[in-house]
């Protein structure tokens, strides 16, 4: 006969024997519950022998060898639930739950097999009727017997629950407050995998965490098949914290989350089916698929922690909710015990033999039992040496200070100087020249403000004398000579020819060429306001040749000033204001004087140009006035035009 598994009687006991933190396997009870009414009346046969204890023997139907598996404990069908109860030794997991290790407890086995009858006993059977206590499954009676042992401990124990179940992939709080809505399984280093938002209930009686229990089996998810009539179609994790709320403890890190201390889990998985036996369809059968989904998850996890160098690396508990809320208790710190519950019924073998396998498995997994984190009371010798060593680290640590100090003054002060000379000084020399940038902008700004005023004054004074001298001109001479317009002198014969030479220049004035006296063609000239309206294309204003720019005085002796920048600069601006052209502004001192080089318009220029110009044309103005009323001789009057106009 083939034997199966390693199984070392109690549960708990190899976690007595053994030290903390040291590989601790898994501990798995087989338990086969009885023929059903339905099997017995179908006249299937039982497949499964118990042979001893911790024995289990399959007789396949047709024949061949036995195959036999241990456990730690094998229980039949003639077993009552106090006999499970106490094979699994779960009184043990709740003394280890008491100092604080973390405990769970989860059956497995196929639809129909007895996994919720096992933990929480048969469903009630009607309204008020409530289950007989022999009945009462390992839940219940854990309860009991921890309520009790609470009661007759020294230290105050405060004890918590919460209930959960995993439905479709979808974790929900069966002890809401509201309807169960979809909860977020969370992970961080310290907790590990937790459900978010989970609602822990603090209870202090059998009768309350009683009403807890049924309050979460009444909102399960449940369903008739054809192998049960009550068919748990979700995973329910129901958890105990016990914590024991003493000076020394930790408090807990969040108002949310259990304080820190031992806890009891009880896991009631959905069971394994075949939908083509159970003739699922619709819902029944998306159930079916998630639950046999997550049992896969699972069952893959466990066949990895069997292998001892994949358990180093990655164990895939991340694969389903089941495996993450599970992972503790597989593969973390955990002490485990799983319940592994099958039909006699031959007609159920196949599913049978499969959670044999899996039970098999499962018991070769180790997990590593940590207590509890939190310090209890130390010995005052560890006490008074733990001061010692703080006190010599706090020395040390002051000694190392005060030697950065002594340092630092020399870098700090050479940092501080360096930022006064460098950062400081530039900020007040920014500070500075903008100052005296806003002071050249106002004066600037006055300056192009008067420049302006004053060029409007001048260009109405000059159309005025403009116009003047225009009437002058045009009067009747009579007996004499007619006066050239520009009041040079008489006006040449030539004015009635319609060609100007090009050498000569017009007169601003008048449009006769300024320089006709001295052209040997002068006799040709005509009044440029001849030419203008008679010859296309003529010179437009602002053609025509730039200002006149006064002469140094001659009788100064005084160097023209050399420009500084802000000369150059303020003179630019103006240009640019005045005459609306691009000044360079560092352009070279002009240079004034020079009458042979053409001139152009070049910044505050402009405005003695108009001043010499406005004073050249009052004085044409004047003598043309006069000349037309004494009427003298041409000859007698002919004046030197470079003592008239200035030359351009
Ligand atoms: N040891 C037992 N003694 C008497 N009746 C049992 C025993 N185990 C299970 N039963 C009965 O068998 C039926 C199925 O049991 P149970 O609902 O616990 O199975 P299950 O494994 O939880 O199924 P599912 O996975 O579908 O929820 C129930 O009617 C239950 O009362």
New binding site residues.
């Given amino acids: 006969m083939e034997e199966r598994g390693s199984p070392d009687g109690d549960p708990a006991r190899s976690l007595e024997q053994a030290p903390e933190g040291s590989e601790t396997p898994i501990q798995v009870v087989l ?1 086969v ?2 023929m ?1 009414t339905a099997e017995l009346r179908r006249g299937e046969q039982s497949a499964l022998h118990c042979s001893g204890t911790r024995t289990l023997q399959v007789s396949p139907p047709g024949g061949g060898p036995d195959v036999a598996f241990r456990f730690s404990a094998v229980l039949d ?1 003639a077993r009552t ?1 106090e006999d499970v109860f106490r094979a699994c030794g779960v009184k043990r997991l709740g003394e280890l739950a008491l100092r604080g290790f973390s405990c769970t407890i989860f ?1 497995f ?10 933990l929480t006993g ?2 009630p059977q009607g309204e008020g009727m409530p289950v007989p206590p022999s009945l009462a499954g390992i839940m219940q009676r854990t309860f009991a017997w921890l309520l009790d042992r609470v009661q007759h401990l020294d230290v105050p124990v405060t004890l918590r629950a919460s209930y959960l179940e995993i439905y479709n992939e979808q974790v929900r709080d069966l002890l809401s407050l509201g309807s169960p809505r979809p909860l977020p399984v969370r992970w961080n280093k310290a907790r590990g995998f937790y459900v978010e938002q989970l609602r822990v209930v603090e209870f202090g009686s059998l009768e309350a965490l009683m009403e807890l229990l049924h309050m979460g089996l009444s909102r399960r998810q ?1 369903s008739s ?1 054809t ?6 179609r979700s995973h329910a994790l129901l958890t105990l914290y016990v914590s024991h709320p003493t000076p020394q403890q930790v408090p807990a890190v969040d108002p949310g989350e259990p304080p820190v201390g031992g806890k009891l889990c009880f896991v ?4 394994s ?1 075949k939908v083509a036996v159970t003739g699922s369809r619709g819902q029944l059968m998306l159930e079916a698929n998630s639950i046999n989904r997550s049992l896969l998850a699972l069952g893959h996890c466990i066949s990895l922690l069997l292998d001892p160098q994949r358990k180093q690396s990655h164990i895939p508990f991340r694969d389903s909710k089941l495996t993450k809320l599970l992972a503790d208790s597989l593969g973390g710190r955990g002490v485990t015990l799983m319940v592994a ?1 099958v039909s006699p019924s031959a007609q159920c073998l196949p599913e049978t033999l499969s959670t044999l396998r899996y039970a098999s498995r499962a018991q070769r997994v180790t997990t590593r039992p940590q207590g509890p984190k939190s310090p209890g009371v130390k010995p005052p010798q560890q006490v008074e040496a733990e001061l010692l060593q703080l006190q010599e680290e706090n020395r040390r640590l002051r000694l190392q200070l005060n030697q950065m100090q002594t340092k630092a003054p020399g870098i700090h002060g050479a940092r501080v100087a360096w930022a006064q000379r460098n950062l400081y000084g530039m900020l007040q020399e920014f500070m500075l020249e903008n100052e005296r940038l806003r002071k050249e902008m106002r004066q600037l700004r006055s300056s192009r403000d008067l420049a302006q005023a004053e060029r409007h004054v001048l260009a109405q004074q000059v159309h005025e004398l403009q116009r003047h001298l225009l009437s002058a001109c045009s009067l009747p001479q009579q007996g004499s000579a007619s006066m050239c317009p520009c009041a040079m002198g008489p006006a040449a014969s030539c004015h009635a020819q319609p060609l100007l030479c090009s050498c000569c220049h017009p007169c601003l004035l008048c449009r006769v060429s300024l320089a006709h006296w001295a052209c040997p063609q002068r006799d040709c000239h005509v009044p440029q306001q001849v030419v203008e309206s008679r010859v296309p294309g003529h010179m437009s204003l602002s053609a025509r040749p730039p200002p006149w720019v006064p002469p140094p005085s001659p009788g100064s002796s005084k160097p023209p000033r050399e420009r500084n920048h802000s000369d150059r600069t303020q003179t630019g601006v103006l240009a640019e204001m005045l005459t609306g052209e691009e000044v360079v502004p560092s352009a070279p001192p002009l240079p004034t004087g020079c009458s042979n080089m053409p001139l152009t318009l070049r910044g505050g220029s402009g405005i003695p140009n108009l001043t010499q110009r406005l004073e050249v044309l009052t004085h044409q103005v004047s003598s043309s006035l006069n000349l037309s009323h004494s009427q003298p001789q041409p000859s007698e009057n002919m004046q030197s035009p470079g003592q008239g106009l200035p030359p351009y």
């Fill in positions: 338990r519950r009885p059903s069908g639930q059956t086995g196929q639809t129909g097999s007895g996994k919720t009858y096992t048969p469903p449940s098949h192998l049960n009539q009550a068919s748990s009631d998985l959905a069971g089916e519950c």
